[in-house]
C-alpha cells in the first residue's frame, strides 16, 4: 500500500484518504470540513512558504495548515 499524509503530497498530486489520525476537536474538524475516509483529495497548491495548503476534496476547496494535513493518510493515486 502507497500510503502517505496529505501534507507530503505535491500540489497536482492526488489521494484517496484512508484514515484521520488523531481524536478530539482536531479530527472533528477535518470531518467537518470534508476529509474523512473514501474521500479523494488533490493539493491544489501550497503557499510560498509552505503553509497553508490548498486541496480539493471532491469538488470543495479546502486549506489547512501543514500540521492539520500531516493527520490525514491517503493513498496515492
Known sequence: MNE?????????????????????????????????PGVAAKVVRRAPLGDPIEVDAEGALVNLRREEARFVKVKKL
Do not use: F, N, W
Open 4 to 36: 502517505t499524509t496529505l501534507a507530503e503530497l505535491a500540489p497536482g498530486e492526488s489521494g484517496r484518504i484512508v484514515k484521520i489520525e488523531g481524536r478530539g476537536i482536531l479530527a472533528q474538524r477535518l470531518v467537518d470540513m470534508g476529509l474523512y
